[in-house]
């Protein structure tokens, strides 16, 4: 009952759409892209056995999107965009409970800059996320292993968002509300950001706080990261790409703080008009764990794409991540570890639209 409640929710939500549309109040824009390819990994179950499927977003999440804009004259307009992730290989959503994970949001831009307001990413992953190559989850989640991530905040619901451009440097802010009666720092979250941007070179700092829910005593975590990150075009086809995170995290128990140090590197290589071969290393210093315990988790990723026309890409993609001290370790942070390795390997096709 639920799927189908969900699926009539979708429909309604195609015909509402193409009736605006249809009324030319505006624009709107559909898009969105398949990402499908057939996979093996290693170690993929408590016996530490191999694995051969059909898997969906190896390279970048499948996903189907509404744009929409209102000019509302004086340089001001309005705008709106929801956007579901799913999977093509079976055609299940992301997460069932949200109709629209990836972005539901509304906003106002216009010469003061632009503000939105829903669920969407944050300022941090505005900034940041475009200073590695390949877009592997890594970067958002920290190191996919069994007893620490230490990730960055990329993603929010209930959230305010505004950013501004003065030339070539851009400024921006989140704030995630946390929505619990009583105590306004409970669950909420926030962020700064700075960015420059000049011909072959940029880079980026943001800050951000993350606060955990309140417990019995209405104390609660308090997570801080710092994040540095930059990129070169050392020559026409190839660039350079590096960065930084710093975790902190007090805890409300009064146990010792978590702390890591989170480093990733990568190389984007145009070698042909139509092949574009990525390289990407991630390691996390994990500090403030019982001795024995840090993991120090690494992943190398190796991707080479080969384009059939603007929206089609052919690609393969591997990556391998190892930890230590009997952690367990995923290529993919969203699904559990096995074993202190793991390799996996895809071959697939994009058709972005």
Not at 8 to 19: Q, V
Not at 71 to 84: I, K, M, R, S, V
Not at 174 to 184: D, I, R, T
Request: charged share 20%.
């Amino acid at each position: 009952m639920r799927k189908r409640l969900i699926t009539s929710s979708l429909f309604a939500t195609l015909a509402t759409l193409t009736a605006v549309s249809h009324a030319q109040i505006g624009s709107i824009t559909v898009y969105g892209v398949l990402d499908t390819s057939i996979e093996h990994s290693s170690n993929a179950n408590a016996d530490k056995q191999g694995i051969i499927r059909l898997h969906s977003g190896a390279v970048n999440g499948s996903r189907i999107g509404f744009r929409g804009t209102e000019d509302l004259g004086g340089g001001l307009t309005a705008f709106f965009q929801l956007e579901n992730g799913f999977r093509s290989n079976d055609g299940r959503l992301v997460q069932a409970e949200h109709l629209f994970n990836r972005r539901s949001l509304v906003g106002l831009e216009g010469r003061f800059g632009r503000i939105e307001v829903g669920r969407t990413y944050t300022t941090v992953d505005n900034f940041i996320a475009a200073f590695e190559p390949a877009g592997y989850s890594w970067l958002g989640t920290g190191a996919a292993m069994d007893k620490r991530k230490d990730g960055m905040w990329f993603h929010s619901p209930n959230l305010v968002k505004y950013e501004v451009k003065f030339g070539n440097v851009k400024l921006g802010a989140s704030h995630g509300l946390g929505e619990v009666a009583g105590s306004y720092g409970s669950d909420a979250k926030s962020a700064l950001g700075i960015g420059y941007d000049k011909g072959p070179f940029g880079i980026a700092a943001t800050i951000d706080r993350v606060n955990g829910i309140s417990v019995d005593n209405g104390a609660y975590d308090k997570a801080t990261s710092i994040n540095l990150a930059g990129g070169y075009q050392i020559s026409g086809p190839l660039k350079l790409t590096l960065g930084y995170r710093h975790y902190k995290k007090r805890l409300a128990s009064g146990a010792a703080d978590f702390r890591s140090h989170f480093y990733w590197g990568g190389l984007a290589y145009q070698a042909t008009p139509t092949v574009l071969l990525t390289a990407s290393v991630f390691a996390q210093d994990v500090r403030n764990m019982a001795q024995g315990e840090a993991g120090d988790p690494i992943m190398v990723a190796l991707n080479a794409k080969y384009a059939l026309s603007k929206r089609t890409i052919l690609y393969v993609s591997s990556a391998y991540a190892r930890t230590r001290n009997n952690n367990l370790v995923s290529v993919s942070p969203y699904q559990d570890g096995f074993s202190s390795s793991q390799t996996r390997v895809a071959g697939g096709m994009q058709h972005w639209f």
